[in-house]
């Protein structure tokens, strides 16, 4: 499927909540678009597997299909967008400086804030020296952080690591869904 402009403004919609459900009404109505020309695109979406749909009565709800390998690509690409239209330049020296010895899972900046997803914690210190307002976390506990709060969605551009973070996020999707969703699961 080629992958319009359309498609991507559909995506990004999830920005902020990856576990969010809209009706295609809704999906129009915050593009400004026409239904019927949402609903195709949306429906091309669908049969790809980027998107799933649950049935409501005469209609459905639509939420991204985090298990989707492909959906992992189109959110990578949308964030990659979304770090070249902003200065990131210095983290990105750091990280390519401190690659040869600590392990990053993903790098997010979030609400004026780095998080720095590692492997091993013992480099915490060193990162926070640097970065003192930043957060280090292990995948662990930055999948425990998701589950609680929802707050790094909102205004978020991942610098580094982008399939390695939405992956993350796949794997806590279930929790996430009950603990962010209105409907029940």
Do not use: W
């Not at 690659?99 to 914690?121: E, K």
């Not at 480099?123 to 995948?139: A, C, M, N, T, W």
């Amino acid at each position: 499927m080629e992958i319009l402009k359309v498609h991507q403004e559909i995506l990004a919609l999830y920005d902020s909540n990856l576990v969010a459900l809209y009706s295609i009404n809704e999906i129009a109505k915050l593009l400004e678009k026409p239904y019927p020309y949402v609903n195709r695109k949306v429906s091309e979406l669908i049969s790809c597997g980027v998107v799933n749909k649950t049935i409501i009565g005469r209609s459905y709800l639509c939420s991204l299909n985090l298990e989707s390998d492909y959906t992992i690509l189109l959110l990578s690409m949308l964030e990659l967008e979304k770090k070249n239209k902003q200065d990131f330049s210095l983290l990105d020296i750091y990280i390519s400086k401190k690659s040869q010895s600590v392990s990053f899972h993903s790098v997010v900046h979030s609400a004026g804030r780095v998080f720095f997803i590692v492997h091993d914690l013992k480099h915490r210190l060193d990162i926070q020296k640097q970065y003192p307002d930043s957060l280090v976390l292990d995948k662990q506990e930055f999948q425990n952080y998701l589950v609680e709060t929802d707050s790094i969605f909102r205004e978020h551009v991942v610098i580094y690591g982008r399939e390695r973070f939405f992956e993350m996020i796949r794997e806590v999707a279930f929790e996430l869904k009950k603990r962010h969703s209105p409907l029940r699961y």
